[in-house]
């Protein structure tokens, strides 16, 4: 799933996961601090431009040039700015210390790159500063409601647990939930949810 597959996908008028956030992003939104917000595989935006209109800066990086054009029209629809970055996520270095959350949603990446990015957003948050995280878990497999059909892209809340060890989780749950977000999500779903804080 690299830039091309997500550019024809994403290039659309249609808002293939919506315009509106991801539920679980919405339900824990008045638990990131205030300050920057930096969101990661953010595809069209909806994360981004809602944490925006509570007043957080935010910085959207995707890989698709489509979807973040439309990111940037949602924003402006909406009546706030973004700021995006054009990059994949195993070429993107997550500045230490800085931000006040972190936000990943259906995130799904190789193994080795996605500790990577999980260890680079501990150490990225400021003191006080939440990882946010909805991803499928293997579950999910038994559903044709979206995500990856790769196993090694899913997430299990033990593996999350030790790939973000530092972070006191507040969250930290695998669920079934009715995941309906466009066209891409939509129908039952096996989902781990994430809110993590650094307290250091």
């Not at 501990?122 to 003191?127: A, E, H, K, T």
């Not at 669920?175 to 993590?196: C, D, F, K, P, W």
């Amino acid at each position: 799933m690299d830039a091309e597959f997500w550019n024809q996908r994403y290039g659309t008028q249609q808002y293939i996961y919506g315009e509106t956030p991801n539920a679980f992003v919405a339900e824990i939104a008045s638990q990131i601090p205030a300050g920057p917000v930096l969101c990661l595989a953010e595809g069209e935006g909806r994360n981004a431009v809602h944490l925006a209109t509570l007043g957080h800066p935010v910085t959207a990086v995707d890989q698709s040039a489509a979807g973040l054009a439309k990111a940037r029209r949602l924003a402006s629809a909406r009546g706030v700015e973004i700021e995006t970055v054009l990059t994949d996520l195993e070429n993107f270095t997550i500045e230490p210390g800085v931000w006040s959350g972190i936000v990943a949603t259906f995130a799904h990446l190789p193994p080795a790159i996605r500790r990577q990015v999980h260890a680079q957003a501990v150490r990225g948050l400021r003191s006080g500063g939440v990882f946010v995280l909805e991803a499928y878990t293997p579950a999910q497999l038994a559903f044709d409601t979206g995500g990856p059909k790769s196993p090694e892209l899913l997430m299990t809340l033990p593996g999350l647990r030790a790939e973000l060890a530092g972070l006191e989780l507040l969250v930290g749950r695998e669920i079934e939930r009715e995941v309906i977000e466009g066209n891409g999500h939509t129908g039952r779903g096996a989902v781990v949810q994430i809110l993590a804080r650094r307290n250091e």
